[in-house]
């Protein structure tokens, strides 16, 4: 059971909108703390895709976007592509736990 | 640009201790900016933090394997460690070390990963 609750999985047409949202609590995203979003090739590791719920490290696209409101959060993926078609995690820190903590995740398809 | 290198034995007996090091090169991230961190991932599963070392020495551990990580660094700083003890075949897992940028609270360099199988 993870802190940070995602859906499993989540499809989208090529260049369609999709959304994976991340819900949270009062003692982390609720809290104040930033949200940060990964993806996940398979067989590699997890590479920064959003920081501080908004933000994209450099060389990565705008069609990822980042979002919060309240003790939730999103990451917006538009003119979808079939390379999108990967693993994302949300990652947050609990004040509770006093560690970091990441969502489920969730897979991609793309239709 | 900081690379992040795991190594250790890819296969650890129940109930032995599973050790890991994390070689840094091309900067540094022993210093305030920074934590070192680890995080697992169990085949098919998703990413589990386990502990994080911050330059001053703090510790700080998931309270579900508290009792049984620890988390150091050498004296150069250019290595990183994880101890994780009396395992069993739930910490089967590929092991991930990264950097873990201060008061932002995010993962921004990450190793390529090693898989650790605890089995007899």
């Known amino acids: 059971q993870s802190v940070l609750t995602q859906p499993p999985s989540v499809s989208g047409a090529p260049g369609q909108r999709v959304t994976i949202s991340c819900t949270g609590s009062?003692?982390?995203?609720?809290?104040?703390?930033?949200v940060h979003w990964y993806q996940q090739l398979p067989g590699t590791a997890p590479k920064l895709l959003i920081y501080?719920?908004?933000n994209r490290p450099s060389g990565v696209p705008d069609r990822f976007s980042g979002s919060k409101s309240g003790t939730s959060a999103s990451l917006a993926i538009t003119g979808l592509q079939a390379e999108d078609e990967v693993d994302y995690y949300c990652q947050s820190y609990d004040r509770s736990l006093r560690g970091w903590v990441f969502g489920g995740g969730t897979k991609l398809t793309v239709l | 640009q900081v690379q992040l290198q795991e190594s250790g034995p890819g296969l650890v007996k129940p109930s032995e201790t599973l050790s890991l090091t994390c070689t840094v090169s091309g900067g540094s991230i022993s210093n305030s900016d920074y934590y070192c961190a680890w995080i697992r991932q169990p085949p098919g599963k998703g990413l589990e933090w386990i502990g994080s070392l911050y330059y001053s020495g703090n510790t700080y551990y998931n309270p579900s394997l508290k009792s049984r990580v620890t988390i150091s660094v050498d004296a150069s700083k250019t290595q990183f460690f994880l101890k994780l003890s009396s395992v069993t075949a739930a910490d089967t897992a590929v092991y991930y070390c990264?950097?873990?940028?201060?008061?932002?609270?995010?993962?921004?360099?990450w190793g390529q990963g090693t898989l650790v199988s605890v089995s007899s």
């Open positions: 501080g719920n908004t």
């Open positions: 009062s003692s982390n995203i609720g809290a104040g703390y930033g």
């Open positions: 990264a950097s873990l940028v201060h008061g932002i609270d995010y993962f921004d360099y």
